[in-house]
C-alpha cells in the first residue's frame, strides 16, 4: 500500500472523517491484508462510456476504494475512448472527488509498442505507479524462441516504465495460458523476465484451466504486484461473488503475502462486485 493510502487509513481509523463510527473503522481493518477494497473497470465499460464520473460515484457507493482503469487508447473499441475527452489530471480529480484512488492501469501491448513513452506520461498525469498489459500477445503454439522474443520486448519496456517511476505489470491471459515444449508458458515467462523490471498480476479465475492462486504465489515469491478476483464454484465451474463459492479465500490471500501482492481488483459483473465487498470487509487474514 502507498503512503498516502495508509495516511487515508489512519485517519479514517481515527475518524477523522465526517460521520466515520468506530464500526466501520473496524469493517476497513478486517480488509485482507489491510489494503483498501478495489475493482477493476473492465466489468462496468458500458456505464463508462455513457458517464465515466457517474459510474465511478456508483463503485464508490458499492463500497470499492480503488479502481483499475483500462487505457482508453488501447481499449477504445471497449467502451474506454470516451476517456480521451479528459486529460490526464482530469481523470484524477473526477476519481479523488469521488473519494477513489487509481493507482494501476491495463494497456493494451500494441499500443506500448507503438508509443510507450506517449502512454508514460498519460499514465504519470493520471497518477499511476502500475502500468499492466493482459497479454503479451504471442501465437497461440509458440516455440521457445517466440516466447524469449516476447520477454525480452517485454524487459526492455519494463525498464524503460521503471525510468519513470512506474512499475510495468502482466496479467495472464491467451498468449500466457499456452504451453510451450510441454510447460506453461505462464512458467517459462517467470523464467524469462526480469524480477524487478516486470510483476505479475493474477487472474483468479484462471482456477478454472488449473491455475491455482496460492499455489502460484507461494511458488514464485515476491513476483506478483496485484490480483483480480473472481469468485469459483469448482461444482457449477461458474464464476460467483468473491466470498461464495469454493474457494478458500483465506489460503489465497495468506499466499499472496508470500507472492508480493501490493492490491487486488474485483473483476466481474456489477452485481457481483457489489455482493463481494460485505466479504472483503469482514475477511481477515
Known amino acids: 500500500m502507498s503512503d498516502i493510502s495508509r495516511r487515508d487509513f489512519a485517519k479514517k481509523a481515527t475518524g477523522a472523517a465526517a460521520g466515520f463510527t468506530l464500526a466501520t473503522a473496524l469493517e476497513l481493518h478486517a480488509n485482507p491484508l489491510g489494503f483498501p477494497i478495489g475493482c477493476q473497470t473492465w466489468p462496468v465499460r458500458d456505464m463508462i462510456a455513457k458517464d465515466f464520473p457517474g459510474t465511478i460515484k456508483t463503485l464508490a457507493r458499492a463500497g470499492f476504494q480503488t479502481v483499475e482503469l483500462c487505457s482508453p487508447v488501447g481499449y477504445a473499441d471497449s467502451g474506454f475512448a470516451g476517456l480521451t475527452k479528459y486529460k490526464g489530471s482530469e481523470l484524477k480529480k473526477i476519481l479523488n472527488d469521488a473519494g477513489v484512488a487509481c493507482f494501476s492501469s491495463h494497456f493494451g501491448i500494441e499500443e506500448l509498442r507503438k508509443d510507450q513513452e506517449d502512454r508514460i506520461a498519460w499514465a504519470k498525469d493520471v497518477g499511476l505507479t502500475q502500468m499492466l498489459v493482459p497479454s503479451l500477445n504471442g501465437p497461440k503454439n509458440p516455440t521457445l524462441d517466440d516466447v524469449k522474443r516476447s520477454a525480452d520486448e517485454y524487459n526492455k519496456m519494463g525498464e524503460k516504465a521503471g525510468r519513470a517511476g512506474i512499475q510495468q505489470g502482466l496479467h495472464n491471459e491467451d498468449f500466457e495460458l499456452s504451453k510451450v515444449g510441454g510447460q506453461r508458458t505462464y512458467d517459462v515467462l517467470f523464467g524469462l523476465l526480469d524480477p524487478e523490471l516486470v510483476k505479475f498480476q493474477f487472474q483468479v479465475s484462471t482456477i478454472s484451466d488449473g491455475y491455482d492462486a496460492a499455489q502460484y504465489f507461494m511458488k514464485y ?65
Not at 225 to 243: C, E, F, P, Y
Not at 249 to 256: L, N, R, S
Open 221 to 285: 515469491p515476491g513476483r506478483f504486484i496485484s490480483m483480480h478476483l473472481q469468485g469459483w464454484d469448482s461444482n457449477t465451474r461458474k464464476i460467483v461473488a468473491v466470498g461464495q463459492g469454493t474457494l478458500d479465500w483465506k489460503k489465497i490471500f495468506t499466499a499472496a503475502k508470500t507472492g508480493g501482492v501490493k492490491n487486488y481488483f474485483v473483476e466481474m459483473d456489477l452485481e457481483k462486485m457489489r455482493a463481494s465487498v460485505p466479504y472483503l470487509r469482514k475477511l481477515q487474514v
